[in-house]
């Protein structure tokens, strides 16, 4: 556990010193408190402070005492007090055992048995009306008369704080402090000694790689070893000893005639979970094509639900894989090419459907349909950036499918021109909309075809 060194154990003794608690309010020592320690040093600080609690001669004075309770709910003040990690200490602040009275001497340490005025200021605080408390001093309220303060029902906090000590095992809460108190050993509090020694005793409690004050005693689990059970007819396990007449059997022919298209199935089936390697495409590009099997592909284990993952993860190899399909004239492909239209737009589906289209002619109605669900989801997003960032996208696809003769653009004239219209603040959306115009009336008669220009660059 991690303890304070002995510069935080002074800046601590510091703010809860006698003559700063007296003259202070706790508004004041609270604030003090976390301009000097951070919100990752609250429990190693809360820790300490339950140790000098439960000492009623290091924290002699009743203000001192109030000031350590609310510095203990102030550094948690944020979160419910049921999820406190030291709300077990508000349990026995409220409730005391029986049989000590305030200023008994006591053998172990006990949380100390607070008066009527400090108990009201608890409750108050606990149930979160202690603001107006914040305010006064750590004197003033310990002589405060507590008749003067509404009660508070705690009913349901004691309840919840009741609840979650339950949770902790019976040997954590049988747990005790191991520091024992001397009762025989009187200091004088007036002497000009005693604050000397007292901080001295704080810091061999408190500091240190183990300190004393962070030890305890908790009771020791009994675990019994198992009785042996035997038995005449048992089995007796032997561990040999010589193993040099034992010998192995392998086979040496395993993996010698590894099956055709083996490396390429399991290059595809990485392919659609992640992005591969270029040496990887490469290598499972050149295994589709030196195959003698002309049904290699159908034999790569990708099925048309796969598809969209091949697509994001790697384009390129799902434009090869189809191309390969659509040559072995598989019976999937229409099912491919469903999946394909449907699948979610992004700027690699729609690279593949650019590169297919440039390769070989397909259907009509396949590609009319992929820009309709294009302009679709242009329309229907929300988010502006991604908007304008795949309009841009469809209309450099629609002016390369122009352009090289893909599409019939008569056909779907009166869906583009609305797209480009609705989106004629983007600029590719208004040079596709002169580009529209050129072709309507017949200034453009030939668009220059080219080679497919890549999307993805």
Not at 254 to 281: F, V
Not at 297 to 321: H, R
């Amino acid at each position: 556990m991690a303890t304070l060194n002995p510069k935080e154990l002074v800046s601590l003794l510091n703010i809860i010193e006698e003559d700063v608690v007296e003259k202070s309010t706790l508004e004041n020592l609270c604030s003090r408190l976390h301009q000097s320690f951070t919100k990752p040093d609250h429990f190693k600080v809360g820790t300490a402070l339950v140790t000098l609690l439960q000492q009623p001669d290091l924290l002699p004075k009743p203000s001192q005492r109030l000031t350590v309770i609310t510095f203990l709910y102030d550094m948690y003040k944020a979160d419910h007090v049921s999820t406190n990690p030291f709300a077990p200490v508000f349990i026995h602040l409220l409730n005391p055992g029986e049989g000590f009275d305030p200023g008994e001497l006591r053998f172990g340490c006990q949380l100390p048995r607070l008066v009527p005025a400090e108990r009201q200021f608890l409750t108050q605080l606990i149930a979160g009306q202690g603001k107006d408390f914040m305010k006064k001093c750590p004197t003033n309220i310990c002589k405060a008369d507590p008749t003067t303060v509404p009660q508070v029902d705690l009913t349901g906090v004691q309840l919840a704080l009741a609840e979650r000590q339950s949770e902790l095992p019976h040997t954590a809460r049988a747990t005790v402090s191991g520091i024992i108190p001397d009762p025989e050993l009187p200091q004088d509090p007036a002497s000009a000694h005693a604050g000397a020694a007292q901080r001295r005793t704080i810091e061999e409690l408190l500091v240190g790689p183990e300190p004393p004050g962070m030890k305890t005693l908790r009771p020791e689990f009994m675990r019994l070893a198992p009785p042996l059970f035997l038995r005449e007819d048992e089995m007796i396990w032997q561990d040999p000893v010589d193993f040099s007449h034992i010998t192995y059997e392998y086979d040496h022919s395993l993996l010698e005639h590894e099956e055709d298209g083996t490396e390429a199935k399991k290059l595809t089936q990485r392919a659609c979970k992640s992005t591969l390697t270029l040496g990887e495409q490469q290598r499972l590009l050149s295994e589709l094509e030196k195959s003698s099997d002309p049904l290699v592909v159908s034999g790569l284990g990708l099925t048309p639900a796969k598809l969209p993952d091949l697509v994001e993860n790697n384009p390129m190899i799902a434009i090869e894989i189809l191309l390969k399909l659509m040559q072995e004239g598989s019976s999937q492909i229409t099912e491919y090419f469903s999946v394909l239209v449907n699948m979610e737009m992004s700027l690699h589906s729609m690279e593949v459907v650019n590169r297919l289209t440039t390769a070989v002619e397909l259907p009509t109605e396949f590609v009319h349909l992929y820009i309709s669900n294009c302009i679709s989801t242009c329309e229907t997003i929300k988010d502006k950036y991604m908007q304008n960032r795949l309009v841009r996208l469809v209309c450099v696809f629609l002016q390369s499918l122009i352009r090289n003769k893909i599409i019939n653009v008569q056909e779907l004239f009166i869906e583009v021109q609305a797209f480009c219209i609705e989106f004629s603040r983007i600029r590719e959306a208004a040079a596709l909309f002169r580009l529209l115009k050129q072709l309507d009336s017949g200034e453009l008669v030939d668009p220059t075809k080219g080679s497919p220009p890549s999307l993805l660059k």
